[in-house]
């Protein structure tokens, strides 16, 4: 009835693991060679009974286990240390402690699917990942609670009779003739399958995508968020004029904001009067702003000689001539409005801050130019007699 | 599998062995004396080593011993007498742990009251770092580890003679209840014989670190123990590659999880950088300490690390007993790394003395005597285990 059909083997199945062991001892010492041992969970000892040697799948993962660690390392080094180096931590930009944890993921990782992977190409002998013992009572029952052995047709010794009589001879259950399936065909290339594949693989990657990008922004209440406001940088829907806010009536002043009215005039022909005393607080304070915001470029002693000389538009100094010529109101103008290459200082320093200012460069440019009374008013505050 | 039959003729170990413990026992004990009167502090301080190194012995033994009951184990059954024998160690600690308790005042800088009295750090530790609560702690901890060793032990020796089955179960049930005590109990003998010489450091993970190095150690002085007897044919003819290999694997095991413990605190350390806890690894890359700080990673990891990887070398017994002492050594340079530099002269790098090498002699002596005095009460094998043919019959 099956002559036609090519034979793969003929298998047996057994009870126990004890006896399953026993025949496989007895088929390898009777000079089978083709012919493998089917279980449902790993027997101990099958190795030695079927004389198998050790496997060199080890191999594959010992050269795969070092090239991971050399790649995790060359990976971390050229990100870290050669193409974007960022100090973290306080660590060198090669900090290997730090590395060892991602080397060690990447040895592991790279040695088991590759260890994986060749064991599926080498023993499924892709892509031909039909078997002959696939979809048969056999398998069925040896995945179940029996345990089989299979002799191979392509072994030399191999003889349909004598081969049933010695598995009998060996108190096998049953034994049964395995053929190989009348089309030769290889299923993962079948049209059937790869579109399975695709499909699968449309799935997995529209979910995945769909998860990370939309599922988890979805907001879980928007009644907060989707307000009426003003959002930066686009049209508020507040006023017909997409502005947030209504224009200010022309001429408002802000609350503690006196508008400067000589305001971006370059020689204005008058200036304000300065209107505090040069006392000991507002010198102090003036001293302090000062030393934030001009030294920088006027140098701690209004010399003009900060670390910008050189580098930049000398900044000038403040005893020149015609510095302590300004008159107060001109000074102010100047840190108000600007000059030349100096911003104006507005916004930054206050109105009363920026007359201490003024009081504080007065301060400095008498002392630079001190005159000879001066010396002598200074000697009698301190109390001394020496006049000279 | 083999159907050994097996017939079990007790074997007296030879009484060379004996003699042999007794000779390096008193002549590590003399040189060990000598040392005490040349340099106390040092002597102490080498004396905990030796110490830290037998207890490693006896309680991983014993550890060992409940993880094969409650894990069922086959394969290491037949030769479970000789982490028993071992395990004989845990009661003698009580008088192995005076000389520590004595000096402790050499030992423990939080054992000063002066000191004490102007530290705050210490002052907030006291309620635990107390002479007195130390002394409870100790013998609490050694009097339980030698109440299980002698339960867990008779339970055994009696199943030689009456093959009762519910020995096993009992011994099940101490193993699940000792596994336990022994996680807490080995963890704050380490804090407290170890950690505690550097009263102001701390490392969550220290317990686990000496636990690692034990499983380590007692695997290394079992695997010798038993080529030892495989050489001179107590194991034969049942004793196969396949439980040499179980051996070595398992020691492959602890070496990368005692590397990973190891590392894991150090990384740690490491990368916060907190100067409180990163100075106890400085004061270990000081001076000469830095090359045994080097040595101890190769010699405790990386050399044993690629001898085991291969399956011939966990099934070559020559091999096997080279990694295995290879491993006791590694050990014993780890507890001298973790105690010796607290010592205070051996903060700014290591000085070599002669007393450094004598008190081990005298603890191999003793582990060696003691070892003998346990076998000799005992059949090599535990011949009414029910799971013994199983165990003789393992295969990979």
């Not at chain 2, 409870?136 to 003679?161: A, P």
């Not at chain 2, 101890?296 to 020559?318: D, E, G, W």
């Amino acid at each position: 009835m099956h002559n036609d059909k090519k034979i793969y083997g003929i298998a047996a199945t057994f009870k126990t693991p004890d006896e399953i062991i026993n025949a496989a001892k007895k088929v390898s010492s009777a000079g089978y060679i083709q012919y493998d041992v089917n279980t449902p969970y790993p027997v101990h000892g099958m190795d030695a009974a079927m004389k198998i040697k050790p496997s060199k799948l080890g191999f594959v993962t010992l050269v795969m286990g070092l090239a991971g660690a050399a790649l995790a390392l060359l990976m971390m080094y050229y990100m870290m240390s050669v193409d974007y180096p960022m100090v973290i931590g306080g660590k060198p930009f090669f900090a290997l402690p730090a590395f060892i944890p991602v080397t060690f993921e990447l040895t592991v990782l790279l040695a088991t699917l590759s260890t994986v992977g060749a064991m599926i190409a080498l023993f499924f002998r892709l892509p031909d990942n039909q078997h002959p013992l696939h979809d048969t009572a056999y398998m069925k029952s040896v995945s179940g609670d029996k345990f089989g052995l299979v002799i191979e047709a392509s072994d030399v010794k191999f003889d349909e009779k004598s081969v049933t009589d010695f598995l009998k001879s060996l108190h096998a259950l049953n034994t049964e003739i395995i053929y190989y399936p009348e089309e030769v065909a290889y299923p993962i290339f079948q049209p059937k399958f790869i579109m399975f594949l695709i499909a699968i693989s449309v799935v997995v990657s529209g979910g995945t995508y769909f998860m990370l990008n939309k599922l988890v922004y979805m907001t879980p209440f928007n009644w907060m968020m989707d307000q009426d406001k003003l959002t930066p940088q686009k049209p508020s829907e507040l006023f017909a004029d997409g502005r947030g806010m209504r224009t200010p009536v022309e001429g408002t002043v802000a609350q503690g904001f006196i508008p400067y009215p000589y305001k971006g005039q370059t020689n204005p022909t008058e200036v304000l009067a300065n209107p505090f005393l040069p006392t000991k607080e507002n010198i102090a304070l003036g001293k302090a702003k000062y030393f934030t915001y001009c030294t920088p470029c006027h140098g701690d002693f209004a010399d003009g000689d900060s670390r910008l000389r050189g580098q930049f538009p000398n900044p000038p100094t403040l005893h020149s001539k015609r510095a302590r010529d300004f008159s107060d109101g001109m000074i102010y103008h100047i840190i108000t409005n600007g000059q030349n290459v100096m911003p104006s200082y507005a916004s930054q320093i206050t109105r009363d801050e920026r007359w201490a200012i003024v009081n504080y460069v007065r301060v400095l440019q008498r002392a630079k130019n001190a005159s000879d009374a001066d010396l002598i008013d200074m000697n009698k505050e301190a109390g001394s007699n020496v006049a000279n | 599998m083999s159907q050994t039959d097996f017939h079990y003729q007790k074997k007296e170990l030879p009484a060379s062995l004996s003699r042999l413990g007794i000779i390096i026992f008193v002549v590590g004990t003399v040189l060990s004396l000598l040392a005490f009167f040349v340099d106390q502090e040092r002597a102490i301080f080498n004396y905990l080593v030796t110490y830290m190194m037998i207890v490693s012995i006896g309680l991983g033994s014993l550890f060992l011993i409940g993880l094969e009951y409650i894990a069922g184990a086959d394969w290491s059954t037949p030769i479970r007498r000789i982490p028993e024998f071992f395990a004989m160690l845990l009661p003698v600690l009580l008088v192995l742990v005076i000389p520590l308790l004595v000096f402790n005042h050499d030992l423990f800088h939080w054992a000063h009251k002066e000191a004490v009295a102007d530290d705050k750090i210490l002052q907030g530790k006291a309620p635990y770092l107390n002479v007195t609560f130390f002394i409870v702690r100790t013998f609490v901890f050694i009097g339980l580890w030698s109440l299980f060793y002698w339960m867990m032990v008779r339970n055994s020796r009696k199943q030689d003679e009456t093959k009762d089955q519910t020995l096993t179960k009992k011994n099940i049930r101490l193993g699940a209840i000792f596994i336990p005590v022994f996680a807490l109990s080995i963890t704050f003998t380490a804090i407290d014989f170890m950690m505690s010489l550097e009263p102001h450091w701390f490392s969550t993970i220290y317990g686990v670190y000496y636990f690692a190095g034990t499983v380590v150690a007692s695997l290394a002085a079992i695997t010798i123990a038993v080529l030892k007897l495989k050489e001179k044919g107590y194991f034969s003819p049942w004793m196969t590659d396949d439980h040499l290999f179980s051996l070595g694997a398992l020691m492959f095991a602890f070496i990368n999880f005692w590397a990973y413990i190891a590392f894991s605190q150090f990384m740690l350390i490491w990368y916060a950088d907190l100067p409180e806890e990163t100075f106890w690894y400085l004061i270990r890359w000081e001076g000469g300490w830095v090359f045994i700080s080097i040595l101890l990673m190769i010699v405790h990891f990386f050399v044993p690390y690629f001898a085991l990887l291969t399956q011939p070398s966990k099934m070559n017994p020559k091999r096997l007993k080279f990694i295995a002492i290879w491993l006791l050594f590694a050990h014993l340079l780890d507890m001298f790394w973790l105690i010796m530099p607290n010592m205070g002269s051996m903060k700014n790098g290591y000085v070599f003395s002669w007393i450094d090498l004598v008190f081990p002699i005298a603890g191999t002596g003793l582990v060696i005597l003691v070892f003998a005095f346990a076998a000799k009460k005992a059949n090599l094998i535990p011949i009414g285990d029910p799971k013994l043919k199983r165990g003789i019959d393992f295969h990979l």
